[in-house]
């Protein structure tokens, strides 16, 4: 049974920082790229991040480039997204995933590349 855990969110200011984590079980995780997506109510789940399954690539998506890294430790079973200069409009649930295939390539930003989804982890952001 795939698990991921997500954890590491919060409230912060606007122009703050955060990094949240997701552990992983269940699966070879140094096998499998991971991503990062967040959703707000009535929203289509949105892209932030993907990472490959050694680490050495990586995508993010366009409103959070420049300021949020993707990262993982795979002896730990562990990806990371380091979020800084935090807005607003980042508030959202964010939510991790692994892919479906193992040495899945990409491309990081659909959805129907992952098979196993975190419960999410809020993220608050105040103005």
């Known amino acids: 049974q795939v698990q991921l855990v997500e954890s590491g969110g919060g409230l912060v200011q606007a122009g703050g920082s955060l990094r949240l984590s997701c552990a992983a079980s269940?699966?070879?995780?140094?096998?499998?790229?991971m991503g990062w997506f967040r959703q707000t109510p009535g929203k289509e789940r949105e892209f932030v991040a993907g990472?490959?399954?050694?680490?050495?690539?990586?995508s993010y998506g366009d409103s959070v480039k420049g300021r949020f890294t993707i990262s993982r430790d795979n002896a730990k079973n562990t990806v990371y997204l380091q979020m800084n200069s935090l807005k607003p409009e980042d508030t959202a649930v964010y939510y991790c995933?692994?892919?479906?295939?193992?040495?899945?390539?990409?491309?990081?930003?659909?959805?129907?590349?992952?098979?196993?989804w975190g419960q999410g982890t809020q993220v608050t952001v105040s103005s």
């Open positions: 995933a692994i892919s479906r295939a193992p040495y899945y390539s990409g491309p990081y930003h659909l959805p129907w590349g992952y098979e196993y």
């Open positions: 990472i490959s399954w050694s680490g050495d690539s990586t």
């Open positions: 269940g699966r070879t995780f140094g096998s499998y790229a």
